[in-house]
């Protein structure tokens, strides 16, 4: 699990930080995105093996970020999870039609989410999985 890669995108400062710290404490190595358009600008050099992002972000919201992104020959095949605040009836469906491979409910429940998470990577297919050689080549590996 310690070279694991995982990019956290979250507006909320308080909830990016937990986020961020919680992974971090389980050895993965985590980048952080504020909005959509930072969260594209940080794959640009970082390539993560699995993408948590926050639904309700302004301007793009999750949804539309990550229709993009399995858009990407790039990034269409990392594991997506979002982040919501409001799981109500028919908002599952509205997650994995967008391309998500399912959500986490917040407030995370910071018991439970690292097994949730390495669930989530383990699901990954070995084509996703970045070698240890691209390791070295991304620049700032933690924000």
Do not use: C, W
């Amino acid at each position: 699990m310690a070279d694991e890669r995982i990019l956290v995108i979250d507006d909320d400062p308080a909830n990016l930080k937990l986020t961020r710290v919680l992974l971090s404490s389980e050895g993965y190595l985590v980048r952080t995105a504020a909005d959509a358009s930072e969260a594209l600008q940080v794959l640009k050099e970082f390539t993560p093996q699995l993408i948590l992002v926050d639904i309700q972000l302004p301007g793009i919201d999750g949804l539309e970020l990550t229709r993009q992104l399995r858009r990407d020959p790039t990034t269409r095949h990392v594991p997506m999870v979002g982040l919501t605040a409001y799981a109500m009836k028919g908002d599952e469906e509205r997650i994995l039609a967008a391309g998500l491979d399912g959500y986490i409910s917040k407030p995370i429940d910071t018991r439970t989410v690292p097994a949730t998470i390495a669930s989530y990577l383990r699901k990954q297919s070995p084509s996703t999985k970045v070698n240890r050689s691209a390791l070295a080549t991304d620049k700032n590996l933690r924000t």
